[in-house]
């Protein structure tokens, strides 16, 4: 708003009474003379020299933290539309009923497929505006913007696609119909049509908060020369109720920070959530203004149609400027289900001054006010302004109606969200308002409209799509492979380790710091913290590729004499995000699609605290698994009891059955540095060379115990899941059994098979499991494929193989029992599983295995008590073990305490 319009427009501040209004005209009089004579900076400077003088004087205005309630951009600059207003408006009504004609259908034939009319009903012309105008499509899919969709306006999105020949009438009619192939999904998923969506946002909140990385990742990648990306903007366009979610709002202060002028955000703004109002008793517009301000973003309203110009133009008392401030969104949601003669009796009537304003007008021109997110052109004006802002991110607040044009069925009604049935009579009603070509009996069938290919519509559109680079979204599935160095280039120490102590937390930032130093992988790798770089040794990171700043490092760091030194960067290679997990994984997001997105593979490390991953952000990394990922998840300081003394916010005992519930997630747990390495180098291969969309999540432990090397052959069984690490069989055995352990446990489970041999008579297998997770979807799938293949050989799984026969099997990790128990199907033998199950607390290693039962007494005792009750060993060799270790068998179950 330029600083007349802003003069003419706002009320005398606030509630209070002007107790001289003539002198308040006298000094409005003089900005307006200034304005006139010079030009608005100079009025500028003149209210800030006057803002200055009355702090000194002591007086402070509480200032409002945002504007008039009108449009930001005043007519005189609103600028000349250059689309084709009317083929633009045909067009856009032939989108709104393919889009409901969609979730209609699927709804008649299928019952409760579900679907929203009313969301995309008041969105239609924001989506438009930007895909006839603004939304480039990168020709070589390497360039272009990136949108960010609001999920459940998704049909809106799709029917663009019918109307543009990318969508067949078929696929229309499968909408939320997936499994037979041929359908398209309710939301934007890649993972399910990995050609057309790009960014998953079905879960509110992870679109704004992706959206704002992937503008930061855009910036990384060009300051790094990675890539080009000036130009190339990120557009987002969410709801007002979505703004709630913690994620929407987390991050507007880092856009502001990094001047993220490649950014824009448009709100659509129809004052409606699901269930109500989003603010029934206040103003969302005013209250996200006041917020998007405060975090530094520039902001833009778009709250008028054209239609209301005039009037503001003779309100020259702001007498109806006044009132539409003073009304809230409860009352401009009833008001906006009305009819004109109503708005004209409760709202035009209300106030002698507003109704002369508009004594001349009828209720159907009263009606026929529209409010500004339904304007073409105030639409365009906010979206070129934004793109033109320099400095800071945009958000563009547009008011718009929910169910626009869906009648009394939809429009502003409490019940808009949930509205997908329309009767015979409504659908005629929203044909005849948009003035679709379409005949009684085409409206009764729910037919999709498509005009014909030469006609002037569908020429227009391909038009504008071609001067824009192409159609969008449009997803891309593959890049150019990069080449993994050798093993033992980076990871030898761990190989060959020899005994060396060292914890595998340790092992994995070696290897990350030899993988930086790669040629042609290390540029690629995108090292990421969330303020815990210290607490994993990774500090000498700081140094090495230094730490990502767009404003390079304006101050001495105060340790810059050390080897170490906090080394801020404008080329830093380490995404250094501040205590936000949310943060890291969508920078994560970001970098892990970056092969999709800009066609360059980029590889991501996050590092972090095991708990707070899946637990803290785990529908991040479901949207992540679902946006095709690819990178590496470090759960660091993990397992409940080698975590010690952090207590139970921290100590993670769960991350490992959360992360077995995602289908392209393959985690493991490994115990020593050369399985690590392994692990690695799969990874690495897999994702970077063979590009397979799964990424990869690894727990390290921060205990430092003796590392062996290698031996030899186990290479694929580490990778399968799991490998036999040592046998023991005394000389007077009495029996012999499986033991299973991984992550740190393993240590326990090789020293309880030590005392078993040496103590008990008792000889053991022990197997190392990298993974009970990759264990356990291998032999689903082989009982499955036996199950549907009765006639042939069955075949047989790893676990299978490695734990034939009929033995007990002990499994032991620092994860719950669930964990281990996934195999559990699949064990010929008798399986106990023993685990973390319960509150973590503070206190040293021994104290905490003890405690949770998963020490190597323990281990002892359950194999002990396993045997006597199968028969092969005494009894009172399990009440001698009690005795021995010292065991408390009266204590209350670890889960109970
Ligand atoms: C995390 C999450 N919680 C709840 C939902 C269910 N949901 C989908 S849309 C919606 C209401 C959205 O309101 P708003 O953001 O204002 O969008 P509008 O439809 O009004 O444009 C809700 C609650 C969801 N998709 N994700
Ligand atoms: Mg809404």
Known sequence: MSASDRSAAAPPSGDAPDSDPEETRDWIESLDAVIRVDDSSRALFLLRALDEHAKELGLVAAAAPFSAYRNTIALERQGIYPGDLAIEERLTAIMRWNALAMVMRANQAYGELGGHIASYASAAEIFEVGFNHFFHAGADAGGGDLVYFQPHSAPGVYARAFLEGRLTEKQLANFRQEVSGDGLCSYPHPWLMPQFWQFPTGSMGIGPISAIYQARFLRYLADRGIAHTAGRRVWGVFGDGEMDEPESVGALSLAARERLDNLTFIINCNLQRLDGPVRGNGQIIQELESLFAGAGWNVIKVLWGSEWDALFARDTQHALLRRLAATVDGEYQNLGAKDGAYNVEHFFKKDLEIQALVAHMTDGEIDALKRGGHDLRKLYAALATASDHRGQPTVILAKTKKGYGMGGVGESRMTAHQAKKLDVAALKGFRDRFQLPLSDEDVAALRFYRPPE??????????????????????????????????????????????????????????????????????????????????????????QVGIYSPLGQLYEPEDAGSMLFYKEARDGQLLEEGITEAGALSSWMAAGTAYSVHGIAMLPFYVYYSMFGFQRVGDLIWAAADQRTRGFLFGATAGRTTLGGEGLQHQDGSSHVAAATVPNCRAYDPAFAYELALILDHGMRRMMEQQVDEFYYITMMNESYAQPSMPDGVGPDIIQGMYRYATHMPAKQSCQLRLLGSGAILREVIAAAELLAQDWNVGSEVFSVTSFAELAREAAAIERWNRLHPLEPARTSHVERQLAGTRPVIAATDYVRAYPQLIAPYVGGRFIALGTDGFGRSDNRPALRSFFEVDRHSIVLATLATLARLGDVARQSAAQAIERYGIDAEAATPWQR
């Open 454 to 543: 030469d006609s002037r519509e569908l020429r227009y559109l391909a038009e504008r799509r071609a001067a824009l680079g192409g159609p969008l979204p449009v997803r891309r599935r593959e890049c150019a492979p990069v080449p993994i160095p050798p093993l033992d280039a980076y990871a030898q120490f761990a190989l060959a380790a020899d005994g060396k102590p060292m914890s595998t937390t340790m092992a994995a930032v070696r290897m990350l710091g030899n993988l930086l130093r790669d040629r042609t992988l290390g540029p690629r790798i995108v090292p990421i913290v969330a303020d815990e770089a210290r607490t994993f040794g990774m500090d000498n990171l700081f140094r």
